[in-house]
Nanobody
Framework: QVHMVESGGGLVQAGGSLRLSCVVS????????VGWFRQSPGKEREFVST????????YYSDSATGRFTISRDNAKNTVYLQMDNLKPEDTAVYYC????????????????WGQGTQVTVSS
């Protein structure tokens, strides 16, 4: 059974930074993807970024490109999302997810999810 735990969320002013962490336990990864999604009230869950566990190839949404960096530490079974130059529209609950998606941006293609961590960016 896969267990995923996010941490690192919080309240930050616009222009600030946060680093989210996702610790994954219960299995080892080969060609799985581990990604980050976010959801704000009244909106659908939105793709942010994902990374290939084996080789570290990253993928980003348009809104994340240039501001967010995804990385992983295989030894610690942890995926990070470094978020810089945060904007109020980045406010959401951020979830990490793992799986072998057919479409990287489609949340229902991911099999395992964490409980989420709140990120709030004040203007």
């Amino acid at each position: 059974q896969v267990h995923m735990v996010e941490s690192g969320g919080g309240l930050v002013q616009a222009g600030g930074s946060l680093r989210l962490s996702c610790v994954v336990s219960g299995r080892t990864f080969s060609d799985d993807f581990v990604g980050w999604f976010r959801q704000s009230p009244g909106k659908e869950r939105e793709f942010v970024s994902t990374i290939v566990w084996s080789d570290g190839m990253p993928y980003y949404s348009d809104s994340a490109t240039g501001r967010f960096t995804i990385s992983r530490d295989n030894a610690k079974n942890t995926v990070y999302l470094q978020m810089d130059n945060l904007k109020p529209e980045d406010t959401a609950v951020y979830y990490c997810a793992a799986g072998r998606p057919s479409l990287l941006r489609r949340p229902w293609d991911y099999d395992h999810w964490g409980q989420g961590t709140q990120v709030t960016v004040s203007s």
